[in-house]
């Protein structure tokens, strides 16, 4: 029923880069608490918590995934790639 809701809400407009792994850790989370509340003999509380946990996680992980693409923009904007910046790293630490 919430792969149903999620593709619903998809359909009615573009999801973008953020909301995919949100509604994607939503998801994924739900399904494990489902799976591992079944097991302990309470699947919707497995559920309830569950889904939050992995709408954090989405979230957090396409944050994190969100800014060090916005880095390899920029430094693609001033001209330097990540493996330019990488030697430059490893040339100092060597000294």
């Not at 999801?15 to 509340?37: K, P």
Request: hydrophobic share 45%.
């Amino acid at each position: 029923m919430l792969i149903a809701l999620t593709l619903a809400v998809g359909m009615r407009h573009k999801i973008t880069f953020g909301e995919e792994f949100v509604y994607g850790g939503g998801v994924l989370g739900a399904g494990t608490g489902a799976i591992i509340g079944a097991a302990a003999g309470k699947t919707v509380a497995g559920v309830a918590i569950g889904g939050p946990v992995g709408i954090i996680a989405g979230y957090l992980i396409g944050d994190s995934l969100r800014k060090a693409l916005d880095g390899n923009v920029a430094k693609k904007g001033r001209g330097e790639s990540s493996v330019e910046a990488g030697s430059k790293n490893t040339e100092v630490a060597q000294k």
